[in-house]
């Protein structure tokens, strides 16, 4: 997919959306890419990769995969940033499951934003997902440098105080929270307990709120 606008449920914040790689194999139960036709079979599309990329854009790179995942060829992701490089005026959006790929990594030279999915603190009700461990997100987070931030999204039942001391601990430089907008019928938290995790949340960085979280505060 080329560059595009951004639109729908991605972060409000963000301007453009770019997947040269497509696909994802965690297989997580509510996966967004599938429900566009992008299973697990992952590939690298070589026309995308020679997208213009203008700048002073806001690109959030592979919201159809998970291009960190363990399955991507190194030399792959690194065709990715090369191109980014091309155009360093922008800023550059990375999320993964699997941060600890970041580390195998140069970003010199790039303006990037690097984060995570960190949806509650323990998955609930035999929630399936292929995914590294919630923990292990967390742990790796916190020694990544740079600027960082960590996505509640969808947003599912969770402890309150193991769910702030984790995200307390990556220090992120802000936070987005949203729930699940295509009916997977997750298990999720009340309003309070929503109210309470932002209140608690908001006293040591920055919550963004995404639109679909309007359903769990009425």
Known sequence: MALTKSKGNMYSWVTDLWSPIRGCQFSCDYCYAKQYG??????????????RL?????IFVGHLSDMWGFWVPKESIQAVLNRCRDFPENQYVFQSKDPSRFKEFDFAGLNVLLGTTIETNRYPGGFKTKAPSIDFRVSTMTRLQGERFVTIEPIMLFNLEVLVGMIWSIRPKFITIGADSKGHHLLEPSKNEILEL???LSAFTEIREKRNLERLLR
Not at 54 to 58: H, S
């Open 198 to 200: 932002v209140r608690r």
């Open 54 to 58: 203008g700048r002073g854009k806001i």
């Open 38 to 51: 992008y299973g697990e079979e992952v590939h690298l599309n070589l026309e995308d990769l020679r997208t």
